[in-house]
């Protein structure tokens, strides 16, 4: 296949705009850059709120929130099947190519990999995050994850660390696993228009409050900096179970005027925090890659984290100290940063983090994937539930019937809804404002789902 061959894309996830996090980051940035070298993107996520239906965001991008709504974690309840005659109208419609499936524990993810595959399409599945291997919801995940990903067509990971998590879980080969970092839009995070003066040095935490994210860690080592530092202050942004004893340690310590929790932070005000700081600190006890510390050093601040997971592959030496999760060990890192602060130049990190991180890089990498994974044969039912048999005496043969099912399944909804009664949405090409052209995609029939006006 040429590589200039334009692709149609659907990306599949229970995390999409209008929540806010690194995955849903991922999916709009690289969709938008996949859009500019005219390639037609295409969203599926599940309803939010009253956002459900047919929505078009910046460039064109077309989203389809279908009406399931969330069960757990923004996750939507499993249903092996339901999903199936929703999932095959959308892929006739758009004309879709290739399926792109984002998180392990996205449900919707999983099962649109499921049926996208027993309908003959290729597949690409990105893992955003790190597991481990013991706990009890640990070892039913990677089974899941060893299902999805047995007949996957290629893989990507967001960190070298992240990769070697994804084979071990799964038993995918090496060779089928890429490594494209996540990216961060410098356009938008950038530093203070003047630099900051260091009588009052400012410490910024922009996290959820949760155990995976550290919080912990942050009730013992605030205390300790600010007693050592008279001139440190605080600003802690973020929510999550863990804020009752960040504010319970602020009050134990009396701490009211030193540390200031924002709640919440909207992500277009996050940059707005980032510049009224001097050190960003990342106290995550598991992370595959952090794009928070990536829009932190664009803005110009100095990074001080644990060093877990995918995180030592983020930045240079120079611009960031890593530590281990102990607060012990966090409190030194944080003084070292301190006394480094004056060689550091928040302009010159910017210009370097424009250089190392590009989301049109990301998707330029993630276009070679593509080209790769429609260059791959094609195989029957046969040869495909040979793989699921591997996985096990007894899930193995579950998975195979699961399989066998959803394509029966298939085969019924040709017989009953012929894929040539359904509508196909029609092309439209308009010029941009550069004067090249944009694929974009509009229809009027609503026989599908209810077209919402944005």
Same mark, same amino acid.
């Given at each position: ?53 047919? *929505? ?59 049926? #996208? ?179 932190? #050093? ?33 409190? %030194? ?13 928040? %302009? ?26 429609? *260059? ?37 909804? %040709?017989?009953? %809804?012929? #894929? ?18 944009? *694929? ?15």
């Amino acid at each position: 296949m040429d590589d200039q061959t334009k692709h149609r894309i659907l990306m599949v996830s229970d995390f999409f705009y209008p929540n806010f996090g690194g995955v849903e980051n991922h999916i709009y940035y690289l969709s938008q850059c996949l859009l500019k070298l005219g390639h037609k993107v295409v969203v599926m996520t599940h309803a939010y709120g009253n956002r459900s239906g047919v *929505r078009y965001m910046t460039g064109g991008l077309k989203v389809y929130y279908i009406p399931w709504r969330p069960f757990l974690m923004q996750n939507t309840l499993p249903t092996f099947y339901f999903t199936l005659p929703i999932m095959r109208t959308i892929l006739v419609r758009e004309k879709i190519s290739l399926v792109h499936g984002h998180q392990a524990f996205s449900t919707l993810c999983h099962e649109a990999i499921m049926h #996208a595959r027993t309908m003959g399409y290729k597949v690409v599945f990105t893992d955003h995050s790190l597991y481990g291997f013991a706990d009890v919801g640990s070892i039913h995940m990677n089974k899941v994850l060893q299902f999805t990903l047995a007949d996957v067509t290629q893989a990507i990971c967001v960190s070298h660390t992240s990769k070697e998590n994804t084979v071990l879980r799964s038993g995918l080969p090496p060779g089928k696993v890429f490594v494209i970092p996540n990216a961060v839009d410098t356009a938008i995070f950038t530093p203070a228009p003047e630099r900051l003066g260091t009588d009052e040095i400012v410490i910024i935490v922009i996290s959820r409050l949760v155990y995976r994210k550290g919080a912990d860690l942050l009730v013992e080592v605030i205390p300790e900096v600010c007693r050592l530092y008279p001139n440190v202050r605080f600003v802690v942004g973020g929510d999550g179970p863990k804020r009752v004893r960040l504010e319970q340690m602020r009050e134990k310590h009396s701490l009211q005027d030193r540390v200031e929790m924002l709640g919440s932070v909207p992500h277009s005000q996050v940059r707005s925090v980032l510049i009224t700081g001097h050190i960003f600190l990342n106290s995550s006890l598991t992370e595959a890659f952090c794009i928070a510390i990536l829009e932190a #050093a664009s803005c110009g601040l100095l990074t001080v984290s644990t060093r877990v997971g995918g995180v030592p592959e983020v930045l240079p030496d120079d611009m960031i100290v890593l530590a281990e999760p102990d607060p012990g060990d966090m409190v %030194q890192a944080i003084k070292k940063a301190i006394s480094l602060l004056p060689m550091i130049d928040p %302009q010159v990190m910017h210009v370097r983090m424009k250089n190392l991180y590009s989301w049109h890089d990301v998707a330029k990498r993630t276009e070679i994937v593509y080209n790769r994974a429609l *260059r791959c044969s094609n195989q029957n039912l046969l040869d495909r539930l040979s793989r699921y048999l591997s996985c096990g005496s007894w899930a193995g043969k579950l998975f195979c019937l699961v399989m066998i099912i959803d394509f029966l399944l298939w085969h019924l909804l %040709q017989l009953w %809804q012929p #894929a040539k009664d359904i509508d196909e949405v029609p092309d439209f090409v308009f010029p941009n404002q550069q004067g090249t052209e944009r *694929r974009k995609t509009f229809s009027e029939d609503s026989s599908l789902i209810h077209v919402s006006k944005a």
